[in-house]
């Protein structure tokens, strides 16, 4: 600007104050809204954490060269400007509810248009605004993601407790059989009128039907043998006998 009025630097000032402290801006077309409308517009925004501005294309130029951000395509006709601010604790604003403000009122109001934006500086166009108004909020998010980091933790944390119990029920049953140090001493059984004794423990019992059945299968693996060097050995002497009887014949 050549020689400026006072008023336009300090217009030039606040613009550039103003998106340097945004996270984010929507830039819409305003013509056709009346001042009742401009009005709701306004409490909607500040609601969801904007600031909704009119200034002059130029001016707003101006400021946005000053901080190499490429506004100059969306300033075409009438503007106003949706900032998202950072707060005052220095933690970010929410670009969602701005987006989805705008979004419901241009549902009621449809000489109210969107032409893009920024998010930090990137440039946002009309339809990464849309996709922007259907992200879930923040808190949503925030609670969906405090969830899933608790869910792995709970996991753990019964993980953690189910080790000492698992571990005494083992320890108990390990005494109960009689395999640990401290444990019980077995009771002898009593001996039958017939003077037989049983086995002193289930698994004598079971080491002696092992060995029985072994036995058993050792014994019918000898009759089988048996059975078969039989079967060769008769089986031979026909062979001989009707090798014989034929020689004969022909003698």
């Keep these: 600007m050549d020689n400026p009025r006072p008023e336009k630097v300090a217009v030039v000032a606040e613009v550039r104050e103003k998106l340097d402290g945004a996270d984010a801006v929507v830039l819409t077309d305003y013509r056709g809204l009346d001042v009742t409308a401009m009005g709701t517009l306004r409490r909607a925004l500040t609601a969801a954490g904007g600031d909704f501005k009119i200034y002059k294309n130029t001016l707003v130029r101006f400021a946005a060269r000053d901080l190499e951000l490429e506004l100059d395509d969306l300033l075409l006709g009438p503007t106003a400007i949706a900032f998202v601010p950072r ?8 670009p969602v509810a701005v987006a989805k403000a705008l979004r419901d009122f241009a549902r009621g109001n449809e000489h109210l248009v969107v032409k893009g934006g920024l998010l930090g500086t990137k440039v946002l166009s009309v339809d990464d605004i849309k996709a922007l108004a259907e ?11 405090a969830g899933g980091m608790a869910a792995p933790m709970q996991q753990f944390a019964g993980l953690l407790a189910a080790l000492p119990r698992n571990f005494a029920y083992g320890l108990k049953a390990l005494i109960d059989q009689g395999g640990a140090p401290g444990a019980p001493a077995a009771e002898e059984a009593p001996a039958e009128a017939s003077g037989t004794e049983e086995p002193a423990t289930e698994g004598a019992a079971a080491a002696e039907a092992v060995a029985d059945t072994e036995t058993e299968a050792a014994a019918a693996a000898d009759d089988t043998t048996e059975a078969v060097d039989a079967a060769e050995a008769e089986t031979t002497e026909d062979t001989e006998e009707a090798a014989a009887d034929a020689s004969a014949e022909e003698e």
């Design 135 to 145: 992200v879930a909020p923040r808190e949503e998010l925030l609670a969906r993601l």
């Design 87 to 94: 707060k005052e604790d220095g933690t970010p604003g929410d």
